[in-house]
């Protein structure tokens, strides 16, 4: 089991380029989530994908940012234009069923991106 | 809105010490997970109760699930340097796939 993985680990951009994160989540897991990290808010839900769906992107921030979920094994977070506020660490995850319960998510090891 | 409420927010001790982390909300839960993060990693599944009062065992943490499902400890017995992270308790609701997230306990193990 190779884990989630992320690429790259880290990302420094100058504000106003476009960012594209890249996660390969574990194989056999139908769900996928896309979660970002600050120290003032947590871990936030950004969106989830079911079975290469997105079924809920409430959490994304605003229009500059957009996910996909070409197949089972791919998934990439974008954010164009990135502004300073952007600057977090940015996790995938990915579960079997969903979260909670008896389905618990495995996180990669996140990219850090730093927008100055 | 649903909230976890973690405490405390920080905690520095020395090793061989006890300690307990709280997750308290006024919201039931059909489970209730406990992350360990490190240092430039995600977080890292440690356990997962469901049912009220259970307690559960791994090595030196003893996590409990309260009788009404709204809160939720962990104890570390003669805590180690290697103990040191981020524990972060997270909630979930089996109705729905969302999680709601603690904003996390750092906690250092000195040695």
């Known amino acids: 089991d190779a884990g989630v993985i992320q690429s790259p680990r880290h990302e420094v951009t100058e504000m106003g380029q476009e960012v594209t994160l890249r996660c390969k989540p574990i194989?056999?897991?139908?769900?996928l989530f896309w979660y970002r990290q600050t120290m003032m808010r947590g871990l936030e839900l950004l969106i989830y994908?079911?079975?290469?769906?997105?079924?809920?992107d409430s959490g994304m921030p605003e229009d500059r940012f957009s996910a996909k979920m070409p197949n089972a094994s791919f998934s990439t977070l974008k954010i164009q234009p990135s502004e300073p506020r952007d600057s977090a660490v940015y996790f995938c995850?990915?579960?079997?069923f969903g979260q909670g319960g008896n389905s618990p998510l495995h996180f990669g090891n996140g990219t850090r991106l730093t927008v100055t | 809105t649903q909230l976890l409420e973690q405490s405390p927010q920080f905690l520095s001790i020395q090793e061989g010490e006890n300690l307990t982390v709280y997750c308290n909300s006024s919201?039931?839960?059909?489970?209730l997970q406990w992350y360990r993060q490190e240092p430039g990693e995600g977080p890292v599944l440690l356990v997962t109760?469901?049912?009220g009062g259970e307690v559960k065992k791994l090595k030196r943490l003893t996590f409990q699930f309260g009788d009404a499902r709204k809160d939720s400890s962990l104890h570390i017995t003669a805590a180690q340097p290697g103990d040191t992270g981020l524990y972060l308790c997270?909630?979930?609701?089996?109705?729905?796939?969302?999680?709601?997230w603690g904003a996390g306990t750092k906690l250092i193990i000195k040695p």
């Open positions: 997270a909630g979930g609701r089996d109705s729905n796939y969302q999680l709601i």
């Open positions: 994908f079911n079975n290469n769906v997105p079924i809920d």
């Open positions: 919201s039931v839960f059909s489970s």
């Open positions: 109760v469901v049912t």
């Open positions: 995850a990915s579960s079997r």
């Open positions: 194989s056999g897991h139908n769900s």
